[in-house]
């Protein structure tokens, strides 16, 4: 596939262009990629792994294959590999995810061109940090760029889900009505089904819940 030099020669060059211990500042492209790796594929087993145990370097040789199992694509890219096994550290002793960098919008509006950044290329799985909530009612609503199913997780620093659920979309559309309990900082989580973007994403707080029931309702 046409996109996969691109990959490793950017890698590549990042590579080269930072010393190691720029490698692993959040601020670091490459370091975001593998984050939101971690964060849908590997997260489906290490989410909240809160062992407060350091994996050693021996335990990442020994992981390489695992590693490579569950991601192929990190197959002679041992700085990916490298970058997932720390992310997983920091899981581990921090019970954390890993920080990222990543300003959220003014009106909760994101758009396709940051959307994309939170994204693993091949299956589109997105990790989006969305902020803080403070409790009340939202509604989220995805548009992506073609109907597809997909599964929405919303979930607190605290991995508590808000939001752990399938979805249709309509017109490429999905709303997800949601009450946050808790006030923290939330992430959205999103796996199509089949390979399809997230062109828009918009968290909303919804005003007038009665309002809404009565339309419901009707
Ligand atoms: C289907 C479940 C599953 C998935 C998905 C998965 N793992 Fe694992 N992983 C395990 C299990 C089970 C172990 C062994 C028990 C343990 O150490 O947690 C393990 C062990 C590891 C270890 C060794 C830890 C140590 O201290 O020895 C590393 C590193 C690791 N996984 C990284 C990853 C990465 C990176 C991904 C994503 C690319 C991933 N895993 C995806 C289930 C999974």
């Given at each position: 596939?046409?996109?996969?030099?691109?990959?490793?020669?950017?890698?590549?060059l990042?590579?080269?262009?930072?010393?190691?211990s720029a490698a692993f500042s959040t601020g670091n492209k490459a370091f975001t990629e593998s984050v939101i790796i971690f964060n849908t594929i590997c997260a489906k087993c290490h989410e909240?792994?809160?062992?407060?145990r350091l994996s050693f370097d021996e335990a990442f040789e020994k992981s390489t294959s695992h590693i490579l199992?569950?991601?192929?694509?990190?197959?002679?890219?041992?700085?990916?590999?490298?970058e997932l096994f720390d992310v997983l550290n920091h899981m581990k002793i921090?019970?954390?995810y890993y920080p990222m960098r990543a300003p959220v919008p003014l009106k909760r509006v994101w758009g396709k061109?940051?959307?994309?950044?939170?994204?693993?290329?091949?299956?589109?799985?997105?990790?989006?940090?969305v902020g803080k909530l403070a409790p009340g009612p939202y509604r989220i609503e995805l548009e992506l760029e073609k109907d597809v199913k997909v599964t929405?997780?919303?979930?607190?620093?605290?991995?508590?889900?808000?939001?752990?659920?399938?979805?249709?979309?309509s017109n490429r559309r999905i709303d997800i009505p949601v009450f946050i309990k808790e006030s923290g900082d939330y992430y959205l989580r999103m796996y199509p089904r089949e390979t399809a973007k997230l062109v828009r994403l918009s968290i909303k707080p919804q005003e007038s819940k009665t309002q809404q029931n009565k339309k419901s309702a009707e």
């Open positions: 596939m046409k996109w996969q030099p691109v990959i490793s020669y950017g890698a590549l990042s590579l080269l262009l930072l010393t190691p909240a792994q809160c062992s407060g199992r569950h991601y192929g694509q990190a197959s002679g890219k041992q700085w990916l590999q490298k921090k019970c954390a061109d940051i959307l994309d950044k939170f994204s693993t290329l091949m299956e589109r799985n997105y990790f989006i940090p929405v997780h919303l979930i607190s620093a605290e991995f508590e889900m808000a939001v752990e659920d399938c979805f249709q979309s």
